[in-house]
Each structure stands twice: as C-alpha cells, then as structure tokens.
DNA sequence: GCGCTAATTGCAATATTATTGCATTTAGCC
DNA sequence: GGCTAAATGCAATAATATTGCAATTAGCGC
C-alpha cells in the first residue's frame, strides 16, 4: 500500500508532497517497470503536470529507502512489492508478457555468498533478475488444451 | 584469447574487420567495464577512430555471439572471460575498486529455477550481478598487518 | 593480385535518457 | 497566517542510443 510508503517518508523526515504521492500511486497502478518519461506521460494524461526532474529525484530518494527498485533488464522502476521480506529483493520478468515477480529467499543468497566466498569474494548485495514465462503465458504456450 | 573470438566470428560468417579486432583488444585490455564511448576514446588515444554507432553495432553483435557481456550495474561491456563454462555468466563487482570477476555455476541456476518454479516462473535465463569486496581490497580493509 | 558483391562502416540527423545550477514554490512548523 | 528549509520547476546541457542512407572494405572466385 501507498499508505505505508507514505507513512516511511514521514518517519525519516521527508515531506509527504503532491508529485510524491502521484509517482507513488502510477507506479502502484502499473504491471511493469516505467521509466521516468513513462511516469511523467501517465500522469500528464490525468492532467497533472511533474517535471521530469523532479520524477528523477524522487525515484532516487525512494530507491535510496527501497520503497521502490530499478529493474536493470528493462530499464524502467517498480514500487517494491515485499517490503518487509528480508534478503536481497529480485525479480522474474515475462518475456513475452513483460510481467513482473518480484521475491526474496535468504536462502538464494547464501548460495551465493557462499559461492563467492570461494573466490575471495565478500558479497554485500546480489542483484538478481531472471527472465522466462509466469505461470500464465507457460500455460497458454502450452497450447488451449494444455494440462 | 582474442584469436578464439575471432574464430567464432569466422566460423558464424560475420567478417574479421578493423574496428572488430580494436575493440575486442580495448575489452580484452580493460580492468572495469567499458562503455561504448569509453571504447571509442581509448582507440582515439591510439590514433585509430571507429564511429560510435560502428561499436554500438559491434557489441551487440559480440553480445548477441556471448563474446562480450553487458554489466547492467555499470551500464558498459567486459569481453567474456569463460566463454566455455555451462551455466548463466555472473558478476561479481568490487564496490571500492571496481574490479570485477566473471564466474559461472550450473547449481546456482538450478537454485533460481527451483524458486521459480515453485512460484510458477519457468526461467529461462538469469542475470545475476553481486557487489561487494574482492579479495584484494578486503584484505586491504582489515589494515597492513592483516591476516 | 584484380575485380565483384554483400557485409560492414561512416556520417548526419535525431531520439532518448540523465544531470546541473539556480529561481520559485510549498509542506510542515510555530 | 507567516516562516523556513525542503522540494520542485525551469533552462541548459551532457550522455547515451538509434535510424537511414552513402561510402568503404573483407573475403570470395578468378
């Protein structure tokens, strides 16, 4: 919920602003990742007007707080869906419908700092995104018949 | 080796030109990943000048052959340092030096295809990039007499 | 080695994405 | 309501990326 990205900002001291709440509430309605440019034209359609500047900082303060991720595969930010999940948050993205997952498993993160560790490696951040078929368009490939 | 590249190269029909050649041997001499830009202004130092499209053109062709990798964390390209070895190629990136090391693990993968799965995602690649601190600087932050 | 042709590169224009400094506005406080 | 630091808008510019088309070149047969 919004509410609580909201009620983040205010505990750290930032001011609950107009064009925080807008970019909060596009990215809350969107079913994947947008660019700055993608944020500003969808509120321009409601008529609200955000310049794209401003869009850039505020995705930096929120990605800084991790109410927010950028999705590195396609370029474009999400509003973090597992807040309070420990471990490093990653994604599945769709490669045909572009939807996006997003999960966090200590476990996945221990393979991997176990596996670097091996190689003299300290990890302090996995960033992770895998691409394949969700359940749905895996289901649909499979033919109107399927299972 | 570049000379591997370069028989890729030949044995998929693509031409061993000029501007193929410098850039694999600029990625092959670089400590960090390089951008396209960055590429073109280490030939120039040379005295040789490429077109920055002509090595937009030739990264995506090297990446689409898996010759070179683009690190999305930096937003440049490295020349793939195991081009034999199964498995998806990931990153491990020092946060204080840059360096970066390449490495691959089939159980990794088979790790990240097991979460999806259970979350009814069927993989199909991953990317993974970690960051931390390598070998080198790690030890360098326990001070001189360090283990 | 010479010419031929498809593949490759260069060029110019333009689109997209991102950053900076400074003036203006506004949220949250009294 | 007025005050002030924080946040936003604005303008300029930098950095990154793409497109279509003309010029060049690698690799082929001879």
Redesign the pocket.
Known sequence: MIQDSIRI??AR????????KQVLEVLQGAQKPL????IQGLLQKQGK??????????L??FCSLNLTHRVLSS?GFVKCAIESKEGCHRFMVCSRCGALQEFADEELCRDENRFAQNLGFHTEYHLSESSGLCANCHKKSEGPEGV
Do not use: E, F
């Open positions: 900002l205010q001291g930032y001011k609950i602003t107009q064009p925080r660019s700055p440019y993608d007007y955000v310049n794209h500047v401003t869009i850039y900082r505020i930096d303060l370029g």
